[in-house]
């Protein structure tokens, strides 16, 4: 048995309530939770199951419009929700520290690095200015940042998104905490990103023996981080186990549906020989002001086919997308619908040409109009390209929302904000689809779900596709997401297509030295991954 | 850097193209205005060919866009003309005032302005509490009386019998820097009463609006302090609107106290413009207008720098 005093952090029965118009409603519902010093326990779960606000819970700390409601929660003997508000001050940031999801909006944009870096040692009275920014200098090269001994003395907005994650992680250690809550640290990351910030974070949560709460939604990541895993689902535990046998076996229902998110694949379509594509895009340079974010682009798209666009952030996909619906007119270059141009700025182009490309985009939340009804949301483009009116019209949109699989009695008359994620996406789906075009452009349309909701998602539209002879560009930095839905695959980096070809081809070795690097970088379900990945890679430089 | 100095290059012409339209519709308001000059000075009894020959005289008979001319370049040269009224130099008049009226203005803003980043920032620190409230409505109730009324409770207050301070500003000759803030102290305290309101709603709200940020609860979790946290963390990120409301209110300082003015008897330019209008000075009015122009311009070009200067993102590039 473990000596009792090695439990540095525990949770009994933790309740926490958060607040709704005028109702408080529990988020979190009696979790218990043990960390041991120099522990890493992965909580793991989909959005709404109370991860980020048990890993702040465990600072003593609760967001607005939250409160800790009941439960015990002991860090090292000391009781947290008893503490005082200078004692819980002095533990946060020195033995405590907090990891967030986005750095680039974490860090404080009016100070250098350096400067938030030194703050918590000095305030806290663990070293001098001096000494926080030699540590500064040596944690950045430990954490294998760029230009070590001067990228402290930048700001926030000159430094990259991975860089910055990394240099939080080394902020977080500025004190030498006893425990780190990382809150999905590489959520926002490219792939190849992701697995150096990982790789720089077990590394020093090694080195420095610091106990962690991982907190994210991807089993995968989680499986290199945790040594244990515990599983939540809308502010309960589910199971919790250690990390091998929980991905080898997990008990529980909901933990076995997570193992199996990533299993939709429908079978590929054969490559088209013959036939006119429904969009071709020629040799299409576009950019903003002196830069060209896109060089000599071109690619086909066949009716009934679904052409995934992949590559990181700055890569160009969605540059690809506003020139193909003439949001930004090509400096060179054209994009032909069914073998005619179209004038390069969608104000030159007729409704019919317009009406044949729709678009659904990433975030559901903010293409909607929250002051409109799915009557009118889903209403209007049939109304403007169709001219449907009145009983036409109201049927029209009975019959779309019947097609997202949405009753229509019951959502007609609704308000976004008054659907979930991926209900707001399917009416996302719905107003394309009621222009009845051709050709649509979904962009990133899944990566803001949760995997199972996002597998719905991907089924409702392959479905489509075959209903309505619909062709799709694909927009995505994800690879399960290619995996499952592509026909044809395009890898673009830094505005060039690096690679084109059918799926099965793209994933099929020998590749383009870049869609290796992507497709290696994708984490697995193997705990041993990172580390053999790392192994290899290394191997590769030297060698 | 250059790319802030070729922003402020840009600025300082648009400033000057403003000041330039400003004169022209400064000019032709000053047409509009009803009454003849020389019908004025001269009297009821005024034949009319006196009146013709005085308008001859000053150039009232051109064409306005040939007095409009010539006024410019006048203008250009540093020449504002002569007061019809006493013959002097339009630029002397006004110089003397103007000084007055900056210096009332900064005695003002020196307390304001201070005081209200103060009461702003422990009203964002303190905020929902009985203090905040408090501090939001005396300054609302302050800012919602007509300045007059607020300037003649100062003078009952501290002026009155047994009162403390005088309640007539004019002084005449070069009064010591000790006896002009002496003197002047009640203008100046009513126009900080009027004036502070505003700022320091302003910073109360840019600061609150930054409170849900991610870097706030970051220098929370970091274990700061909530002092800090609102003046190391927030404040620096709410500086653009503030510096603009507070530019805002040292123009009015500047161009607004004409009320304050008179009510103390302060030799400024607002009651150099009263009492021109009134006398159809044409040109004293012309000038004092472009001098108001002139300072909300150059006030507004300055809150927009320094409000790019406070934002490292637009300072320093990538």
């Known amino acids: 048995m473990q000596d009792a005093n090695d439990i540095l952090l525990s ?11 005028e109702e408080w409603l529990e988020i979190v519902r009696g979790v218990n939770l043990e960390l041991r010093k120099g522990e890493v326990l992965g909580l793991i779960g989909e959005s709404g199951a109370g991860k980020s606000t048990i890993g702040l819970a465990a600072m003593g700390f609760a967001r607005d419009g939250c409160r800790i409601s009941g439960g015990e929660i002991t860090f090292d003997g000391i009781d947290m929700r008893s503490a005082s508000e200078a004692t819980k001050r002095r533990l946060r940031g020195r033995r405590i520290a907090y990891v967030a999801q986005s750095a680039a909006a974490s860090f404080n944009p009016a100070h250098k690095l350096i400067d938030q870096y030194s703050e918590g040692p000095v305030k806290h009275g663990v070293m001098s200015r001096d000494e926080a920014e030699n540590d500064a200098t040596d944690l950045y090269r430990r954490m294998q940042l760029p ?4 990228i402290g003395f930048r700001y926030p907005h000159q430094v990259s998104g991975g860089q910055l994650q990394r240099a939080m992680t080394a902020m977080a250690m500025a004190c030498r905490p006893d425990l780190i809550i990382f809150d999905e640290p590489t959520t926002a990351l490219d792939v190849t990103t992701q697995i150096e910030v990982l790789a720089a974070i077990r590394e020093i949560v090694e080195q420095f023996d610091t106990a962690a709460l991982y907190i994210t939604h991807d089993l995968a990541v989680v499986a290199q981080m945790a040594d244990r895993i515990k599983v939540l689902l809308k502010g309960e535990e589910v199971e919790e186990s250690d990390t091998r046998s929980m991905l080898a076996s997990p008990t529980q229902e909901y933990t076995k549906s997570l193992w199996a998110v990533r299993t939709h694949a429908r079978p590929e379509q054969p490559p088209v020989v013959e036939g006119k594509p429904v969009l071709s895009i020629r040799n299409v340079t576009a950019g903003y002001g002196a830069v060209d974010v896109l060089k000599d682009v071109s690619f086909d798209i066949h009716p009934r086919r679904t052409v995934a666009v992949v590559g990181e952030s700055g890569s160009g996909k969605s540059t690809t997308a506003r020139v193909i619906t ?4 090509p400096r060179r270059g054209e994009v032909l619908f069914n073998g005619e141009a179209l004038p390069p700025d969608f104000r030159r182009r007729s409704r019919e040409q317009l009406r044949q490309a729709q678009m659904i985009y990433q975030m559901a939340d903010t293409a909607l109009n929250p002051k409109l009804k799915i009557r009118e949301l889903v209403g209007r483009p049939a109304q403007m390209y169709l001219g449907l009116r009145g009983k036409a019209l109201e049927e029209r949109i009975r019959e779309l929302l019947s097609l997202i699989e949405m009753n229509p009695d019951d959502y007609i008359d609704r308000l976004p904000s008054e659907l979930s994620g991926g209900q707001k996406q399917r009416i996302g789906i719905a107003r394309a689809l009621a222009a009845e075009p051709q050709f649509i452009i979904c962009d990133e349309v899944t990566s803001a779900l949760d995997q199972l909701v996002a597998e719905g998602i991907l089924k409702l539209l392959d479905r489509l596709q075959g209903e309505f002879d619909l062709a799709y560009m694909f927009i995505t930095h994800d690879l399960a997401t290619v995996k499952a839905i592509a026909d044809e695959v395009v890898v673009m980096k830094d505005g060039v297509v690096v690679e084109k070809g059918p799926k099965s081809e793209m994933f099929q070795p020998p590749h383009d030295p870049y869609t290796e690097l992507l497709l290696s970088s994708v984490p697995e379900m193997d705990p041993d991954w990172l580390s053999g990945l790392l192994e290899s890679r290394a191997t590769a430089a030297n060698g | 850097m250059s790319h802030i100095a070729n922003m402020i290059l840009k600025r300082i012409a648009l400033g000057i193209l403003t000041l330039f339209v400003v004169s022209l519709i400064i000019f032709l308001a000053t047409e509009l205005l009803p009454g003849n000059f020389a019908q004025e000075i001269l009297g009821q009894s005024a034949t009319p060919e006196t009146v013709a020959a005085l308008r001859r005289q000053l150039g009232l008979d051109q064409p306005m866009h040939v007095r409009y001319a010539g006024w410019l370049m006048d203008v250009l040269r540093g020449d504002f003309g002569e007061s019809l009224a006493n013959g002097m130099a339009v630029s002397d008049l006004i110089g003397r005032r103007l000084g007055n009226t900056l210096y009332l203005a900064l005695y003002a803003a020196a307390i304001a302005v201070p005081l209200s980043l103060a009461l702003g920032i422990l009203a964002a620190l303190f905020r929902n509490s009985f203090f905040d409230r408090f501090a939001n409505a005396s300054a609302l109730t302050s800012i919602s009386f007509p300045e007059f009324f607020v300037a003649y409770i100062l003078i009952f207050l501290l002026a009155g019998a047994g009162g403390a301070f005088p309640s007539m500003a004019n002084f005449r000759g070069d ?3 000790g006896e002009y803030l002496y003197r002047a102290f009640l203008p100046a305290l009513t126009l900080t009463l009027v004036v502070t309101a505003h700022m320091m709603r302003m910073t109360r709200a840019a600061i609150i609006n930054l409170l849900a940020s991610p870097y706030i609860e970051m220098a ?6 909530p002092m800090r946290v609102i003046v190391k963390h ?5 500086l653009a609107p503030i510096i603009n409301v507070i530019a805002l209110n040292l123009a009015y300082l500047i161009t607004g106290v004409v009320v304050v003015e008179v009510v103390f008897v302060y030799p400024g330019l607002g009651q150099l413009m009263v009492d021109s209008v ?5 040109p004293v009015v012309q000038g004092v207008a472009l001098v108001f122009a002139a300072a909300y311009v150059f006030l507004n070009l300055a809150a927009d720098v320094l409000a790019t ?3 490292p993102r637009l300072v320093h590039g990538r």
Not at chain 2, 220 to 225: A, E, I, P, Y
């Open chain 1, 11 to 21: 949770m009994k029965g933790l309740r926490i309530e958060g607040r709704t118009d």
């Open chain 1, 147 to 150: 230009d070590p001994d001067s």
């Open chain 1, 326 to 329: 003439g949001l930004l007119p």
């Open chain 2, 175 to 177: 009064p010591s820097f």
């Open chain 2, 220 to 225: 929370q979790l970091k274990g700061m302090n």
């Open chain 2, 234 to 238: 927030a404040l620096p990120n709410a």
């Open chain 2, 278 to 282: 009134a006398a159809r000075d044409m």
């Open chain 2, 309 to 311: 200067l406070s934002n």
